[in-house]
T-cell receptor, first 110, second 112 residues
Framework: GQQLNQSPQSMFIQEGEDVSMNCTSS?????WLWYKQDPGEGPVLLIA?????ELTSNGRLTAQFGITRKDSFLNISASIPSDVGIYFC??????????FGAGTILRVKS | DGGITQSPKYLFRKEGQNVTLSCEQN?????MYWYRQDPGQGLRLIYY???????QKGDIAEGYSVSREKKESFPLTVTSAQKNPTAFYLC???????????FGPGTRLTVT
């Protein structure tokens, strides 16, 4: 079946740093979605991407739909403490179910 | 306010008992989904429904059952046949014209 590899698995951030994470797949997707989940809550949709090469921003977040349609990237600029949480990518090809990555855990450096 | 509600937030049951988790949406979405989340893992699809009175098994349907008698409601029953039921359960819905799924706040089920 389709699988997504999301990396890094976890990362520590210092306030003000830029953050990057990505998802790769062996399959082609037509849609990429990025979600953020706070502890004990449901995931919240951050950005939806529908076209290869598309670059979409939501405030300090920017996501890109890879040109090969097998990957996607999420960048967070000038991170703040409330950015901590788990970020999930999800991909879907026509007629198939949404497939989720295992998540990237964002923590604050102490 | 439009959204998805799941109740209760926390649920405790003894082993051997069936338990039903509630999911309601007032977004007028056609499709609804149930996912299971375990620590350190992504979301795994249990069941989904694209239309009232119809539903399909997901990747881990064994030990679970669902019904879809109304558009706005998609309850999930965790049966005693589910070998490892303790988990965080998430319900989601999707408008028919979009691939974007929107999630409820989740129910944490603990079976002892």
């Amino acid at each position: 079946g389709q699988q997504l590899n999301q990396s890094p698995q976890s990362m520590f951030i210092q306030e003000g740093e830029d953050v990057s994470m990505n998802c790769t797949s062996s399959s082609i997707f037509n849609t990429w979605l990025w979600y953020k989940q706070d502890p004990g809550e449901g995931p919240v949709l951050l950005i939806a991407l529908y076209k290869a090469g598309e670059l979409t921003s939501n405030g300090r977040l920017t996501a890109q739909f890879g040109i090969t349609r097998k990957d996607s990237f999420l960048n967070i600029s000038a991170s703040i403490p409330s950015d901590v949480g788990i970020y999930f990518c999800a991909g879907q090809s026509y007629g198939n179910k949404l497939v989720f990555g295992a998540g990237t855990i964002l923590r604050v450096k102490s | 306010d439009g959204g998805i509600t799941q109740s209760p937030k926390y649920l405790f049951r003894k082993e051997g008992q069936n338990v039903t988790l509630s999911c309601e949406q007032n977004l007028n979405h056609d499709a609804m989904y149930w996912y299971r989340q375990d620590p350190g893992q992504g979301l795994r699809l249990i069941y989904y429904s694209q239309i009232v009175n119809d539903f399909q098994k997901g990747d881990i349907a064994e030990g679970y059952s669902v019904s879809r008698e109304k558009k706005e409601s998609f309850p999930l029953t965790v049966t005693s046949a589910q070998k490892n039921p303790t988990a965080f359960y998430l319900c989601a819905s999707r408008d028919g014209s979009s691939y974007e799924q929107y999630f409820g706040p989740g129910t944490r089920l603990t079976v002892t």
